[in-house]
C-alpha cells in the first residue's frame, strides 16, 4: 500500500510540473476580457474551483454568475457541473438546505441529458446531505443507490469516495467493523486509481474509525498522511481535518510537546489564509485552548474558548460549541469554581439534548418524495412492459376513462370559474355601494359648508356691517366722557375683528376663489394666508394647472385634502416650512405635500382612529386614488397621492 502511495505522490507531483495549469490572477484577468458565451461558462467554473479549497464565499460568487450565464445561454451540457459545483460549496459551509435544493437540480439535468455519470455524481451528493441531516436510514438507501449505479457504469474514479462515505455512514452507526473495512477499501482504491480526493476521504474516515475504536497510533499514522497529502494537493479542508483530529488525539493522550507542535502548524497554516471562515476559526481557538490546558495556562486558555465559544454561539456551529462547552466544565471544576463548571455542564445538556428531528425532517421531506417518485416511476414502467400484450379494449378504457377525468376536471374548472366571476361581481357593487355613499357624504358635506358659509357672509356678516354703520352714525351725534369714549372705540374695534373673523370662517368653509376662479387660485390663497399669519412658511408650486379647470366637487375634495394635511402639519409636526406641490399630466394628477417637522414612526397610523386623518383617507378612497406617507423621527414627513381626474 505504501509502495502504490509513493507512485501516486511522483505522478502527481509530475503531473502538476509539466502540466502548469494556468493560475487564478491569470484566469481573473481573462474573465475580464471574456465576451458572453460558453468559454466564458467554461471560465467562470475554473474560477470558482480554483476558489473553492481556499475560500467557498467566493467559489459561491463566481459560481452565481455562471448559474446566470448559463441560464441565460441556456448552455445544458455545463448545468450540471455548475449545480453540482454549489452542492459542494454549500455543503462546505454546512449549509445543507441549498444543497440539497442544487442536488434536486442537478439530477434532474442527469436525467435530462441521459447521462448516467453525472446521475451518480448526484446520487452520492445526496447521501452525503443526508448523512449530515443525520436521517441514516434514507443515507443508508442512496448509499447502496449510488453503488449500484457507480459499479454499473464502471466509474472506477468514484470507487474510492463511494467507500468513504460508506466508511463514514457505519461508524455513525455504530458499526465499527464494517466502517473501518470500507474505508481500507477505500484507501486502496484511491492509491490505485489515483483518486486525490477519494484517497483523502477515505484516509480521514478510516483514521476517524480507528479513533473511535481506541486504535490511536493507527489514526496519528492516517491523519499525518493526510495533512501530507493534502498539502501537496492544496487541499486545505484536508490538511485543517487532519491537523485538528491531531491535536484531539494529543490532547486527549496528554501529548504535550506534539500537541504544541500541532497547534503552531494550525496557526501558521491559518495565518496565511484571509478567507478563514468562522467554522475553522472556531477549530483553531479550541486547539489553543488545549494546547494552553496542557501547559497549564489556564488563563489563555480560557480566553482561546471562550473566543471560540462566542464564534460558534454566534454562527450556530453545534458541534464544536459543545466541544467548548465540555472543555470550559473541565476547566472550571479543575480551578475548583464549581459554579462556572456547572453552568457549562448544564449549557452542554440543554444543547445536546436539543431535539432537531422537526427541523431535519423539512429538509428530508423533499428527498424522500423524490426517492418514493422513482420508486414509482420504476413500478409503472415495469406495469407498462407487461400490459403491452393486453388487448386495445383495455387502452380505450383507459382513454375513455382520462376523456372522462379531463371533462370532469374543466367542468368543476368552469364551475370554479364561474363561481369567481360571481363573487368578483358582488365585490365590485360593495366596493361600488361604498364609494357611491361616501360621495354621498361627502357632496353632503360640501353642500352644508356651502350653506353655512353663505349665510355667514350674506346673513350675519350683512347684519355685523349695518351695526357696525349705525355705531359709526351714532358716534357723531353723541356727547361722551372721554371714559366712554374709548370703551365705544373698543366696542368699534372689537366688532371690525369679530367682521373678520365670520369672514375667515366663511371663506374656510368654502372659498370663494375656489367656486370663482378654481383649484389652482384657491390653493395660492391658501398659502398666502398661511404666509401672512405667520403660523407656517409654505411654498406652493404647480404643474400643468394654469390652464386647467378641475371639476368642482373632485377640485374641493383636493382642496380639504390639503387644508387637512397642513392642518395636522400645524398641529402636530411643530414645522417652519412646508412645501406644496401639485402636478397634473393629463387624466392623472399628483400632489405632494412635505415638511421640516419632527416627523413620526407611521405604523401609528394603521391604529389612528383621529377625524382629520380618517377624512383624508375618505376623500383619496373617493377619488379612487392611492396615498404613501413616508416619515422618520426629527427628519420631517412627505406624503404624496396619485389621482385619476
Known amino acids: 500500500m505504501r509502495k502504490y502511495l509513493v507512485i501516486f505522490i511522483l505522478l502527481f507531483s509530475a503531473t502538476f510540473v509539466f502540466a502548469q495549469p494556468k493560475k487564478l490572477d491569470g484566469l481573473l484577468k481573462d474573465l475580464k476580457q471574456a465576451t458572453e458565451d460558453t468559454n466564458k461558462v467554461s471560465l467562470l467554473l475554473q474560477i470558482e474551483r480554483k476558489y473553492f479549497s481556499k475560500d467557498p464565499d467566493s467559489a459561491l460568487y463566481y459560481n452565481r454568475l455562471c448559474e446566470k450565464l448559463i441560464l441565460k445561454l441556456n ?99 455504530n458499526q465499527y467493523d464494517k466502517a473501518i473495512d470500507y474505508g481500507i477499501q477505500g484507501v486502496a482504491a484511491g492509491e490505485h486509481y489515483m483518486d486525490t480526493t477519494g484517497l483523502l476521504i477515505s484516509i480521514n474516515n478510516l483514521a476517524l474509525g480507528y479513533l473511535r475504536t481506541s486504535k490511536n497510533e493507527k489514526a496519528v499514522e492516517l491523519f499525518t498522511r493526510q495533512y501530507k497529502i493534502g498539502n501537496l494537493v492544496n487541499r486545505a479542508r484536508s490538511v485543517r481535518n487532519a491537523l485538528v483530529n491531531l491535536a484531539t488525539i494529543y490532547y486527549n493522550t496528554a501529548n504535550v510537546p506534539a500537541l504544541e507542535s500541532t497547534a503552531a502548524m494550525l496557526n501558521e497554516y491559518n495565518s496565511a489564509d484571509e478567507d478563514i471562515d468562522e467554522k475553522n476559526k472556531c477549530l483553531q481557538y479550541i486547539v489553543n485552548g488545549y494546547n494552553f490546558i496542557l501547559q497549564k495556562k489556564f488563563k489563555p486558555a480560557e480566553e482561546q474558548l471562550l473566543a471560540g465559544m462566542k464564534i460558534a454561539e454566534t454562527d450556530s456551529i453545534t458541534d464544536q460549541l459543545l466541544t467548548i462547552y465540555q472543555t470550559l466544565s473541565k476547566l472550571k471544576f479543575a480551578q475548583q469554581d464549581f459554579l462556572a463548571g456547572n453552568s457549562y455542564e448544564n449549557k452542554w445538556d440543554k444543547l445536546n439534548d436539543a431535539d432537531n428531528e422537526t427541523q431535519l425532517a423539512e429538509y428530508a421531506a423533499e428527498l424522500e418524495t423524490k426517492y418514493e417518485t422513482e420508486k414509482k416511476s420504476d413500478k409503472i414502467r415495469l406495469q407498462e412492459a407487461q400490459l403491452k400484450g393486453k388487448s386495445i379494449l383495455n387502452y380505450l378504457l383507459i382513454g375513455a376513462g382520462v376523456g372522462l377525468l379531463i371533462i370532469s376536471l374543466l367542468s368543476y374548472r368552469n364551475y370554479q370559474q364561474k363561481n369567481k366571476i360571481q363573487q368578483q361581481r358582488i365585490s365590485d357593487l360593495e366596493t361600488q355601494q361604498q364609494l357611491t355613499a361616501t360621495e354621498n357624504v361627502l357632496k353632503g358635506e360640501e353642500q352644508e359648508r356651502t350653506r353655512l358659509a353663505k349665510d355667514l357672509h350674506d346673513g350675519l356678516g350683512g347684519m355685523l356691517s349695518g351695526i357696525k354703520y349705525a355705531l359709526n352714525t351714532m358716534k357723531g351725534n353723541l356727547i361722551m366722557t372721554p371714559e366712554n369714549s374709548q370703551a365705544f372705540e373698543r366696542s368699534l374695534d372689537m366688532l371690525d375683528s369679530s367682521i373678520q373673523e365670520m369672514r375667515r370662517v366663511a371663506h374656510n368653509m368654502m372659498p370663494e376663489a375656489l367656486v370663482k376662479f378654481g383649484l389652482n387660485t384657491a390653493l395660492k390663497d391658501f398659502c398666502n394666508d398661511l404666509n401672512q399669519s405667520g403660523a407656517l412658511q409654505v411654498s406652493y408650486q404647480s404643474i400643468g394647472l394654469e390652464n386647467e379647470m378641475v371639476e368642482q366637487t373632485t377640485a374641493i375634495t383636493i382642496y380639504r385634502i390639503v387644508q387637512e394635511l397642513i392642518n395636522n402639519t400645524m398641529k402636530h409636526a411643530a414645522a417652519k416650512t412646508a412645501i406644496i406641490q401639485v402636478t397634473k399630466s393629463g387624466s392623472q394628477m399628483a400632489i405632494t405635500v412635505e415638511d421640516d417637522g419632527t416627523g413620526f414612526d407611521t405604523a401609528i397610523l394603521k391604529q389612528s382612529r383621529g377625524i382629520g386623518w380618517s377624512n383624508i383617507q375618505n376623500r383619496v378612497e373617493f377619488l379612487k386614488g392611492t396615498l404613501d406617507v413616508q416619515s422618520e423621527k426629527e427628519k420631517g414627513t412627505s406624503v404624496h397621492i396619485e389621482l385619476n381626474v
Open 75 to 173: 448552455a445544458q451540457e455545463y448545468k450540471h457541473g455548475c449545480f453540482h459545483d454549489f452542492v459542494k460549496i454549500y455543503h462546505a459551509k454546512s449549509d445543507y438546505k441549498n444543497a440539497l435544493e442544487y442536488c434536486l437540480k442537478s439530477i434532474q439535468v442527469a436525467e435530462q441529458n441521459k447521462n448516467k455519470f453525472q446521475e451518480a455524481t448526484s446520487y452520492r451528493a445526496i447521501f452525503n446531505i443526508y448523512h449530515n441531516l443525520k436521517m441514516n436510514d434514507s443515507a443508508v438507501k442512496y448509499a447502496l443507490h449510488s453503488i449500484r449505479l457507480t459499479t454499473a457504469i464502471g466509474d472506477t474514479s468514484n470507487i474510492a469516495t463511494n467507500y468513504g462515505n460508506l466508511c463514514w455512514l457505519y461508524m455513525d452507526l
